[in-house]
């Protein structure tokens, strides 16, 4: 069987071909269907190639976007967690692939005329080598391996995400609990616990993770990754089915550190679970103590920089966002956040670099999008917000028209060529349809300065009271944060009596006597 399964349209198979000969000359065996055996049928030489190679590239042009086999090889590639994509024309990425890192192919001449083609090799080196084949150690020509070709879709190399940060001993379980674990694994590492809009899927991952414990029940991982499901499926649930999912969780992360007293997912899981409003002393000191088990796992140290965040220790929630591995940890939520806390730090540089690799990461994420239109606003680039802003095809297609026409007012108000009292109307007339959108508003209402308004929100937003009331989440404290109060959009209130009467009655002024700290807008 060959190192590489290279998915491609029936019109690019010139590209194809270079392509081959180009990985072939660094001593992997590549498939492609130019040699398909007569005496069996096309989807089962498909299949068994697919599933035995160690990497998988697809192709992406015009016309194999809208190859129903490239996206379907594509998706099985997916599913196998061994998949590289390229995109060789200035085509948009069908769904749900352009979620994925992709490299940019389009300039590509043969060997390394690109950095898209490095990207490549590297991506394909790490699978290979993962799977025990030579990778970019290869031997560069003269080798016996045949080269052949098949169309197959691919994606890129997923990191480790919430589900699989790190490796798990596969030889430890049956093939069919492998194939559970592997599978549910999937399905949690497609989501994104900190903006989650498919709570369903979750529904498939604890599904097939609650099957690999039954086969597996001494594996750590298979419950740790089951009690992670749970917990991520507790932020999206009802109010009147968290505590049975919490429950759920609690009892296999149990399970999971009585086999393995340092299982990271587990440890995550736990920490996913901690309240944080009103409890940010305890979530700090939990999620280092968890930190001291696992130092490395992305997750906690992620969690760790939002309780800092939450409590306006922006610089030293950024210095913990530097330290976990952006490359294994492919969560847009997360990638979101980062962003945010090194702009919150003052680190505009940094935040610059945040947002081109988010934005390469997920081109149409509507997180990611929003976030770069509020940093590009508030750091005073309007002219780069507007036109974003207005561009059709960066615009993600599930913007809401309203958060549009808001946005824009906002903008333009800002660049001193707009109505404030526009702009402060239309994002009324928003949030009174998305109230889950408060702090989106909030920010805009500070930096028109309609402190008034922005304290009438924030007062119906924490404590349930006055015209805004309505504003109050339907999980209360559970659902609260903080963290944008000290976002820079937030700045012309925080000299205001009123924000630190608010900051004392949400209880934060004991959070910093008890820590012996202080947020950095009153150090600056």
Sequence with gaps: MADIFLSYARADAGLAQRVARELSKRGWSVWFDRELPAHRAY??????????????????????????????????????????????????????????????????????????????????????????????????????????????????????????????????????????LQKGMDELQANDAFELDNPTSLDQAIALLSKAVNLAPDSATAWGSLAMAFASRKRASPLNERAGLDARSRSAAARALQIDSSEPRALGALRMLQPVYRHWFAAEREDRAALRKQPKMPLLLFLLSDVLASVGRCADAAEISRKFDRTKFLIAGADRKVIISLWSAGDLAAADDAIRQAVERWPHNPYIWRTRIAYLTYTGRTTE???????????????????????????????????????????????????????????????????????????????????????????????????????????????????????DQVGLEDYWRQSSTQPDFRRS
């Design 43 to 180: 989807s089962d030489v498909i299949a068994t190639e697919l599933e035995a190679c160690s990497a998988v590239l697809v192709l992406w042009s015009k016309e194999s976007a809208k190859s129903e086999w490239v996206r379907s090889e594509a998706n099985r590639a997916r599913e196998l967690h061994k998949l590289v994509q390229a995109r060789s024309e200035d085509v948009r990425v069908p769904m749900p692939f352009d979620q994925i890192q992709c490299a940019d192919l389009i300039s590509w001449r043969g060997a390394n005329s690109s950095s898209g083609w490095g990207q490549v090799l590297r991506s394909i080196g790490a699978l290979t080598e993962e799977r025990g084949g030579e990778g970019l150690t290869a031997p560069e020509v003269g080798t016996n391996r045949r080269t052949v070709l098949a169309a197959t879709g691919a994606v890129s190399v997923l990191g480790a995400g919430l589900a699989g940060w790190a490796l798990w001993p596969r030889q430890q379980m049956s093939p069919e609990a492998q194939l559970y």
């Design 385 to 503: 917000s507007l036109e974003l802003l207005r561009d059709p095809d960066e615009r993600p297609s599930d913007i809401d028209r309203q958060l549009v026409e808001a946005m824009e007012a906002t903008i333009v108000a800002l660049a001193g060529s707009g109505s404030s009292k526009v702009a402060q109307d239309k994002n009324r007339e928003f949030l009174l349809g998305n109230p889950t959108a408060i702090f989106g508003v909030a920010h805009a209402f500070a930096a028109l300065k309609a402190l008034d308004d922005l304290f009438q929100i924030l007062q119906g937003y924490f404590f349930g009271e006055g015209r805004w009331k309505q504003l109050a989440p339907a999980g209360g404290d559970e659902n609260r944060q903080t963290g944008p109060l000290f976002q820079p959009p937030m700045r012309a209130a925080w000299k205001d009596a009123r924000f630190a009467r608010l900051l």
